[in-house]
């Protein structure tokens, strides 16, 4: 059974881009959640969606932003990219809510 | 709102002996809780999770950890440590959904 995928693995952007990461949850999940992890903050919670619909949000501005398509792959995007955004961004999909929740690898992104 | 405070930024054991790593929780309800292991430039890899039922938990690995109700801990232990088990460790406490809050992490050095 294939896991999460992540793509890309590793992205390079100049400030004021944007930037869109892909995820493809686990065949059946439902649940796609993201989180954000760097040296200074750690693991932070972005946003969670189930079934399409975003059912939690964590503290981050505006210029993040996500969806989740009918077959439950999901997209993240960042607008107006800050040298701050530079991150290993973490997708995590679940079967349904409060079921664990398994990670891929991870999309590095450098913002220069 | 939830928090996980991880005792600890650094721990260094030697190979075979006990490995403890320390995590108390606050939670306004009865929590899930987890560990996650993250080796350098991967995802993160569930070790074990409490939801309900027997507190201690028995995961992948040899890990198991004890959920603490009265001390508001959740602790992770191996018996023998394995230089294999040398990664970043992560404990998180989950109470709305798929939401996972975690701990700043405990990397863990084995020493031949």
């Known amino acids: 059974k294939a896991g999460v995928t992540q793509t890309p693995r590793y992205l390079i952007k100049t400030r004021g881009q944007q930037v869109t990461l892909s995820c493809s949850p686990i065949?059946?999940?439902?649940?796609v959640s993201w989180y954000q992890q760097t040296p200074g903050q750690g693991l932070q919670f972005l946003f969670e969606y189930f079934s399409e619909t975003q059912r939690n949000k964590g503290n981050f501005p505006g210029r993040f932003s996500g969806r989740q398509f009918s077959n439950s792959r999901s997209e993240m995007n960042v607008s107006t990219l800050e040298l701050g955004d530079s991150a290993l961004y973490l997708c995590?999909?679940?079967?349904?809510?409060?079921?664990?929740?398994?990670f891929g690898q991870g999309t590095r992104l450098t913002v220069v | 709102a939830q928090s996980v405070t991880q005792l600890g930024s650094h721990v260094s054991v030697s190979e075979g002996a006990l490995v403890l790593l320390r995590c108390n929780y606050s939670?306004?309800?009865?929590?899930?809780l987890f560990w996650y292991v993250q080796y350098p430039n991967q995802g993160l890899q569930l070790l074990l999770k409490?939801?309900?039922?027997?507190?201690l938990v028995k995961g992948i690995n040899g890990f198991e950890a004890e959920f603490k109700k009265s001390e508001t801990s959740f602790h992770l232990t191996k018996p023998s440590a394995h230089m294999s088990d040398a990664a970043e460790y992560f404990c998180a406490v989950s109470d709305n959904g798929n939401k996972l809050v975690f701990g700043a992490g405990t990397i863990l050095r084995v020493k031949s």
């Open positions: 939670s306004s309800v009865p929590p899930y």
């Open positions: 065949s059946g999940h439902r649940s």
């Open positions: 995590a999909s679940s079967i349904d809510l409060n079921t664990e929740a398994f």
């Open positions: 409490y939801t309900t039922g027997a507190t």
